[in-house]
């Protein structure tokens, strides 16, 4: 009996989702980037619920009055803009009138609830060929209704997302925060029974059919608006006891205290840094029974590499060592590398390192400080994609295991700080303020440059 429940317990660990900080050559998203933090509910700032259900029924509105113009003739050779949006059709607009119009006053987003428009929550980005970070989203819907002169008409339902980041570039834990809403291809409700009987009986060319065509051609896309700009360092949700207060409260940029160096002045000294040397990249030849043509004979982007280490970006080759990337024959082979990246670590908690490959494989690996970032032994990851082959009696999807990069890491401590070198003011300790949701631990006690053997390289 216990053997059943020890071999339970081990296929759960199997399956459990990952842990932070503890993954090696792993396929699928990687982890979310430990910044951006995720803010606590009490931060300083934060966007409003009223202020988004604004901004989309404004956008919303633009969008409809542009269809009912369009539909009365009117052209807008240069694009339509809220200028272009006349007195007498944001009338029409605000009165439910025309062929297109909000189902309800009930229906647009200031007005509509939690029915149309759904309470925010924390999430994180799930891309497989870059790294992921956190962000604050939340799902609606814009319901219309199409009413053309008869009785006919059709629900017409844009289903929409909204995404709110503290956008940072190149792995940095300050950025600005950016609100995107995302909204999907209309969807037309079924025709209503008197619709469907002139389909049958009066109208050969299916009325329901032209509507759709016709209404998707002139509705086009509601607009999609991008806000923001203001600096951060973290971004979280908030919920009210009235769901239309929800917010996604962030913290926050900080600046370097006055008077005192940021951590990474002159060029890193004052904090722990990593050194990631590639040594080679090796093509794997093709599983058997798969065509030459899955591993691209030719193509360019088959030599051109990203590899990603806690979010800044390294290329390869670079543009001015190679342009014309490297050369790696589809049947297999290895291409000796002699570049590196040094990173700085400062309090993080992880060093993360994506590798992806043009043609659309990628794989990832990440170390916790605890455990000196994987600084020694050198790793291997092997980039991984699906295709589909031929197969009876249906095709098969295929894994290919295909690009691996042979790389080593060298962990560079921090110099320990002596009286003589700028601390906080006075000697005392800094205040504690309730900031973002952040928890990193002590540095490794034995870990230096010497721990791997020197290598000259390249720093790209």
Same mark, same amino acid.
Request: some cysteine; proline content about 11%.
């Given at each position: 009996m216990w053997q059943r429940i020890l071999a339970a317990l081990v296929v759960g660990q199997l399956f459990m989702p990952a842990t932070a900080l503890a993954q090696d050559e792993a396929l699928g998203p990687p982890e979310a980037l430990q910044y951006p933090l995720e803010a606590n509910e009490n931060a300083p700032r934060a966007i409003t619920m009223p202020f988004l259900r604004a901004a989309i029924q404004d956008a919303a509105d633009l969008g409809l009055c542009e269809a009912l113009m369009?539909?009365?003739?009117?052209?807008?050779?240069?694009? $339509?803009?809220?200028?272009?949006?006349?007195?007498?059709?944001?009338?029409?607009?605000?009165?439910?009138?025309?062929?297109?119009?909000? +189902?309800?006053? %009930?229906a647009r987003p200031l007005k509509c609830g939690s029915g149309c428009f759904g309470r925010p929550f924390n999430s994180v980005t799930r891309n497989v060929d870059k790294p992921n970070v956190r962000e604050a989203m939340l799902y609606g819907q814009l319901r219309f209704e199409i009413d053309p002169t008869g009785p006919v008409n +059709? %629900?017409?339902?844009?289903?929409?997302?909204?995404?709110?980041?503290?956008?940072?570039?190149?792995?940095?834990?300050?950025? %600005?925060?950016?609100?995107?809403?995302?909204?999907?291809?209309?969807?037309?409700?079924?025709?209503?029974?008197?619709?469907?009987?002139?389909? $049958?009986?009066?109208? =050969?060319?299916?009325?329901? +059919?032209?509507?759709?065509?016709?209404?998707?051609?002139?509705?086009?896309s509601i607009p999609t608006k991008v806000l923001g700009g203001e600096t951060c360092r973290s971004i979280g949700v908030s919920h009210a006891q009235d769901p239309k207060f929800d917010s996604m409260p962030f913290d926050l940029a900080q600046a370097p205290a006055r008077g005192r160096p940021a951590m990474d002045a002159v060029a890193g000294v004052r904090t722990d840094r990593a050194r990631v040397e590639f040594l080679s990249i090796t093509r794997h030849p093709l599983p058997v029974g798969v065509?030459?043509?899955?591993?691209?004979?030719?193509?360019?982007?088959a030599g051109y590499?990203?590899?990603?280490?806690?979010?800044?970006?390294?290329?390869?080759?670079?543009?001015?060592?190679?342009? %014309?990337?490297?050369?790696?024959?589809?049947?297999?082979?290895?291409?000796?590398?002699?570049y590196c990246r040094t990173v700085s670590l400062g309090g993080s908690d992880r060093l993360q390192l994506l590798f992806v490959n043009a043609l659309g494989g990628a794989v990832w690996s990440q170390f916790a400080r605890t455990a000196g970032f994987g600084a020694g032994t050198p790793h291997r990851i092997t980039t991984g994609r699906t295709i589909v082959v031929p197969g009876t009696p249906k095709p098969r999807v295929v894994p290919l295991r295909e690009f691996e990069l042979l790389y080593r890491i060298v962990y560079l401590p921090a110099p320990v700080l002596t009286d003589?070198? *700028?601390?906080?003011?006075?000697?005392?300790?800094? =205040?504690?303020?309730?900031?973002?949701?952040?928890?990193?631990?002590?540095? *490794?006690?034995?870990?230096?440059?010497?721990?791997?053997?020197?290598?000259?390289? +390249?720093e790209i």
């Open positions: 369009r539909e009365a003739g009117n052209e807008f050779p240069n694009g $339509f803009g809220a200028q272009d949006c006349s007195a007498e059709f944001a009338t029409k607009v605000r009165n439910r009138e025309g062929l297109v119009k909000w +189902r309800s006053d %009930d +059709r %629900d017409l339902t844009y289903s929409y997302e909204v995404h709110v980041q503290c956008k940072t570039a190149e792995g940095a834990r300050n950025g %600005d925060i950016e609100i995107k809403v995302d909204v999907g291809d209309p969807v037309l409700g079924e025709p209503h029974a008197a619709e469907a009987a002139l389909d $049958f009986l009066l109208l =050969p060319a299916q009325i329901s +059919r032209r509507i759709e065509s016709g209404m998707r051609a002139k509705v086009g065509a030459p043509e899955h591993a691209r004979p030719g193509a360019i982007e590499f990203n590899a990603y280490l806690n979010g800044a970006n390294v290329p390869f080759p670079p543009p001015l060592g190679a342009p %014309d990337g490297l050369q790696l024959p589809p049947g297999g082979g290895t291409v000796a590398l002699n003589s070198m *700028p601390g906080p003011r006075g000697g005392e300790r800094p =205040p504690r303020g309730r900031g973002p949701r952040d928890s990193t631990v002590a540095l *490794p006690e034995v870990l230096a440059e010497g721990d791997a053997a020197p290598t000259p390289c +390249r």
